[in-house]
């Protein structure tokens, strides 16, 4: 087998050539699977018709692989020295959308580019473990550990956190949170402060309650307790468990799933995909689906162990773990086990932003991959 | 670089932990599926079936009621409504303008549409008006075209053909109340219709069928998307009465405008052939739903529209009583067969003085002449010897003082005194002047008019223990024997045939001859109020210059033919005035008819 990292020397260019060659192909086999399955249900959401959704997503997620392409085609180093840049230029986007936003009225947030709505909280997910990812490969471990060294870094995680709460958008706000804090703790920053943030969180809790919009603390309130408005609120975690339960081990088969086509399912096409696909394939298809998923993640985990870089090893896992935080907090939101926050599942649910952006992050994953050898310093 | 070593330890440490929190969450979500799926999958089956599954029962038919000739009581016909669909209508409201221009609609009838349409979704069919006649049908789908939404749906009611002649018997059907008792989906259905009188109620189960069930898949919306499943129900089984629709009629028109009861019966089986309670109500009226004002009106009438007089009434029976005093005196050895006794126009019990109706006296009479003129003195003079405790003990074998239970609501029993009841009953021991006014059915004694045809009956068919019934009676062999003698049943029976057939007889003005058949009887008029000594002293007041519910009620028993009798019958008018002058005629007139068309002869047409 030819194996083109034993020929180049280390820490060089690669040529486009050898970097396809270094592709994990069975990574991308199990991103088309998922995406494959998506296509197939959104094609059962519409009672078996390509229109509206099924036809569209193909076509996204044709051009989400060659974005992936792209990013995977990027020289890490590039990613590195760009990665400030880029973390400045999706702030400055969040603030646009921030201020169009209340001038437009209510929630807006995307930006319109006319063929598409570039929505800036989804490129933020990606430029704060690139950001981050640089922050920490150029500090040593002494700054980690001190308070004053993890400062810069916590303002570059809580600006725009706080942005995209107060769009509001508390999911992908949530979501940023997370994948900071995992970063945080990867990188070393002692398990004290994670308690000391843990018992601050739970004394601001009330005050942060007062901040919440009806509608979020109706969320909250009602994922408590569904039966509190079933025809309101609740009704979407009822139905979404009677549609799950109702499919059993085998499922329904496909485009017979009886609750997700009399519409008793309400966005069987978006955030709840994953509820329509448990009630026509049972449990057999959803934990097939969670395996594909527990892959890409492991396969995302041997990425960072084989990077040779620090900032490597940091995007990998900061991807990895955004990606983790978007399956886990959509099926465990169907199957009950959080409340309703507008977290699609990626691949799978119908959505351009979070495709593109998503095969943008398995792109940089990619890249690290094929990059893997290439030592640099802190520069 | 040490440090920086340990920076990449750390980092591969921390990873490996978090890497095991991602499996460990996985592993979570899978524990969740399982429970849901595979553990609580019974469960949410059903659920999911309940959401997509809505159940519709269909309707029975309701049996119908014949008659003994198969002549119709109760059937159902085609109730034609209209109703729209707002979704069908490009503009409701232009719709229901049209529509009023056809036909005009009430400002509460549009209000009703409006509201409904609110409430419902707009692909359920909404109610504009219901029984519309074939014209208005006609109209509505000639204009079809300026109506869209508007569809015809066909739906079916109780009809009765006889109306108020036959209501107390059959009764009527009218929407499920709150007191129902809802043994059966069926009542749930909004506008269902159960027996609430009569026959209807009596014999509701086996006339309401049973329901089918049709099974529909639905989706969120509650629209209709496929029919899954179609049990059949079962239409009401049709019944056949013992009534005579004919005699009925003629009975009821007999009444004209008095109040009161007639109940004909065969003296052999006791089958009830008319059953009239005058006057009466609609059915047709109550099965679509009385007005305030109809219902106020039928409430505040004077004469009781709605009560049923045949059962639901208690008279004295008055003169009427005395052919069971006589049975219980000769029973009694208080008198024999030519006794004879003297009446002055008054007797003393003490001091205490009783009269007879006519002031003057009738001279000596025997048992036949003292029925015949239905001389009250000599009946005193019977009760007294026999006692009222032998009178109440034969009165109860001829059907007196106890319910019959024929299967109508509210039926009262009457009520044969005796000297245990006084007792019991005011604590009191039995006057021997009771005894005097017992004798002559005036006092505590009170029955109903069907007591009064079934101890006629009774007296008819030489001591047969009939029990009146609806129900076609297939075999009259096991009907028990009373324990009364013949001759004294015979003595009886010479005295009602005098009544009517002798001159001098109450009701001598009544008599008629059909192919050599007659008819005998006995008058009864009751006092429904005390007459005063000035009245005595002025001289009788004629019935008719008193206020109506002033005047006697007349009552008149009479079987027919008299030689071998076939049909009994008791004849009630309220505040009539006299037996003989108005219970005697409306008797007669029915029973000739009885045996004009002889229905009991004809007996073949009953099927069941």
Redo the contacts between chains.
């Keep these: 087998m030819y194996k083109p990292y034993e020929t180049t020397f280390r820490g060089q260019k690669l040529s486009i050539k050898e970097k396809l060659m270094n592709i994990s192909f069975c990574y991308v086999l199990f991103i088309c699977i998922l995406a494959a399955i998506g296509i197939v249900m959104l094609y059962s959401a519409a009672n078996g018709s390509w229109r509206p959704w099924a036809l569209n997503q193909l076509m996204r997620f044709a051009v989400g692989v060659g974005v992936m392409l792209f990013f995977a085609l990027i020289d890490i180093r590039l990613l590195l020295r760009y990665a400030y840049l880029f973390y400045f230029g999706t702030l400055f986007l969040l603030i646009v959308v921030e201020i169009t936003g209340h001038v437009g009225m209510g929630a807006q947030r995307w930006i319109n580019f006319g063929f598409f709505k570039l929505q800036p909280s989804e490129l933020m997910k990606i430029a704060i473990v690139l950001a981050l990812a640089r922050y920490f490969h150029t500090s040593?471990?002494?700054t980690?550990e001190s308070i004053k060294g993890i400062f810069p870094a916590l303002i570059m995680v809580l600006v725009p956190a706080g942005l995209v709460i107060i769009q509001p958008d508390l999911g992908t706000g949530l979501m940023l949170l997370f994948t900071a804090t995992?970063i945080f703790?990867?990188?070393?920053v002692q398990l004290w402060k994670f308690a000391l943030l843990g018992v601050g969180a739970i004394i601001c809790m009330p005050i942060a309650w007062a901040f919440l919009r009806d509608y979020q603390k109706d969320r909250v309130l009602t994922f408590l307790n569904p039966e509190r408005d079933p025809l309101g609120a609740g009704y979407h975690i009822i139905?979404s468990?009677?549609?799950?339960?109702?499919?059993?081990?085998f499922g329904k088969g496909f485009l017979k799933g009886?609750?997700s086509h009399?519409?008793?399912l309400p966005e069987k096409h978006t955030d709840f995909i994953y509820t329509m696909l448990?009630e026509e394939w049972?449990?057999v298809g959803?934990?097939f689906v969670?395996l594909i998923?527990?892959c890409i993640?492991?396969y995302g985990?041997s990425f960072?162990?084989k990077s040779s870089s620090?900032f490597g090893?940091?995007v990998a896992?900061g991807l990895t773990?955004n990606y983790?935080l978007y399956v886990?907090i959509n099926?465990?939101m169907v199957?009950?086990?959080i409340p309703v926050v507008g977290i699609p599942l990626p691949l799978i649910s119908y959505g351009g932003t979070v495709m593109l952006s998503i095969m943008a992050s398995f792109g940089i994953l990619l890249s690290v991959y094929i990059n893997r050898h290439i030592q640099f310093g802190k520069e | 670089m040490n440090r920086d070593n340990d920076k990449g330890k750390i980092l591969i440490k921390r990873s490996l932990i978090m890497a095991g929190c991602k499996v460990f969450v996985l592993l979570l979500i899978i524990l969740r599926l399982y429970y849901l799926q595979v553990y609580q999958a019974d469960k949410f089956k059903t659920l999911a079936d309940e959401n997509r599954i809505s159940t519709r029962i269909l309707l029975p038919q309701r049996g119908i009621i014949y008659d003994r000739n198969h002549e119709i009581l109760a059937t159902n016909i085609q109730n034609f409504q209209a109703l729209i669909v707002a979704e069908q209508a490009p503009n409701v409201q232009e719709t229901l303008d049209a529509f009023k221009k056809i036909m005009p609609l009430s400002e509460a009838e549009e209000e009703r549409i409006k509201r409904d349409l609110k409430r419902n979704r707009s692909f359920v069919p909404i109610k504009i008006k219901d029984n519309l006649t074939w014209e208005e049908v006609a109209k509505i789908q000639l204009h079809a075209e300026d109506l869209p939404g508007i569809i015809i749906d066909e739906g079916l009611n109780r009809y009765y053909p006889y109306a108020e002649i036959m209501a107390p018997v059959i009764g009527y059907v009218a929407s499920v109340s709150e007191s129902d008792v809802k043994d059966d989906p069926l009542l749930e259905i909004p506008g269902f219709k159960i027996g609430k009188s009569g026959i209807e109620k009596f014999l509701e189960q086996k006339l309401r069928g049973k329901g089918g069930i049709l099974k529909l898949e639905v989706n969120a919306y509650g629209r209709v998307m496929k029919e899954i499943e179609e049990t059949e129900g079962v239409h009401g089984e049709n019944v056949v009465l013992t009534l005579d629709a004919r005699l009925q009629q003629k009975a009821y028109e007999a009444f004209g405008d008095e109040s009161g009861a007639a109940i004909l019966l065969d003296v052999n089986s006791g089958e009830i052939l008319a059953f009239v309670s005058t006057p009466s109500f609609d059915p047709n009226a109550f099965t679509q739903g009385l007005s305030q004002e109809q219902w106020n009106s039928l409430i505040n009438n004077e004469r009781h529209p709605l009560t049923n007089k045949a059962i639901q009434g208690q008279y004295s029976p008055g003169s009427v009583f005395k052919p069971l005093v006589a049975i219980a005196g000769l029973e009694a050895g208080a008198i024999k067969p030519d006794t004879r006794h003297f009446c002055a126009g008054k007797m003393f019990v003490g001091d205490h003085p009783f009269h007879c109706w006519k002031r003057v006296g009738h001279g000596y009479l025997s048992l036949v002449e003292a029925l015949q003129h239905s001389c009250d003195i000599y009946f005193y003079e019977t009760a007294q010897r026999t006692g009222i405790d032998k009178i109440a003990e034969v009165a109860r074998r001829f059907g007196l003082g106890k319910a019959i239970n024929i299967g109508l609501e509210n039926e009262k029993s009457g009520l044969i005194p005796d000297k245990d009841w006084k007792l019991a009953r005011y604590g009191e021991p039995w006057q021997v002047g009771e005894s005097l006014i017992a004798g002559i059915g005036q006092g505590y004694v009170l029955v109903t008019p069907l007591q009064l045809a079934v101890m006629t009956a009774r007296i008819a068919n030489g001591g047969y223990e009939v029990t009146p019934t609806f129900f076609p009676v297939k075999n009259t062999s096991n009907i028990k024997k009373i324990n009364v003698a013949k001759e004294h049943l015979n003595i009886v029976k010479d005295g009602m045939y005098a009544v009517v057939n002798v001159p001098g007889g109450t009701a001598w003005a009544s008599q008629f001859v059909y192919n050599d058949q007659r008819m005998s009887g006995k008058t009864g008029s009751v006092q429904v109020r005390r007459i005063s000594l000035k009245e005595r002293q002025t001289g009788v007041i004629q019935q008719k210059d008193l206020p109506w519910k002033y005047r006697d009620h007349a009552i008149f028993i009479a079987y027919a033919p008299a030689d071998k009798p076939k049909y009994a019958l008791a004849v009630l008018v309220e505040h009539g005035g006299g037996g003989s002058s108005v219970a005697a005629p409306i008797a007669a007139k029915i029973l000739k008819e009885s045996l004009i068309l002889d229905p009991v002869s004809h007996n073949k047409s009953i099927v069941q």
């Design positions: 040593s471990l002494q980690i995992a703790f990867v990188v070393g139905q468990k009677i549609a799950l339960g109702s499919g059993g081990v009886t609750q009399l519409n008793f448990s049972g449990m959803a934990v969670i998923n527990f993640i492991a985990y960072a162990l620090y090893k940091v896992i773990t983790f886990s099926t465990a199957l009950g086990l």
